[in-house]
């Protein structure tokens, strides 16, 4: 996994790749999710994700950071167990990369 911005190697952090050059991100779920495309070239078996750019995670600019106060955070949507259930609201601090939920 390399930075879209950079290229320097990502390191895996929770549900996210995180750039040590740069500090870009990566959410993992989301690309689980197939916004990436997948291409198999067939004989030599290499496995092409394109389509990256698309996988910026959208910014809350009112989401309020409850460990260092920064307003703005990066912010992605799961459904739990239930569809009856609410979906929950992860959030990353854009500052501090403090990670917390919202119900
Ligand atoms: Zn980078
Ligand atoms: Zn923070």
Known sequence: MFCDKCSSLMSSSGDYY???SCGNRK???KMEAGSGRIV???VAKQVVIIDEEKN???LDSDAVCPKCRHVGAY???KQ?????EPETKFYTCESCSH???EY
Do not use: I
């Open 18 to 20: 995180v750039c040590s």
């Open 27 to 29: 959410n993992k779920s």
């Open 40 to 42: 198999n070239r067939g």
């Open 56 to 58: 910026a995670e959208p």
């Open 75 to 77: 912010f992605l949507l």
């Open 80 to 84: 739990t167990r239930s569809a009856d």
């Open 99 to 101: 990670r917390w939920r």
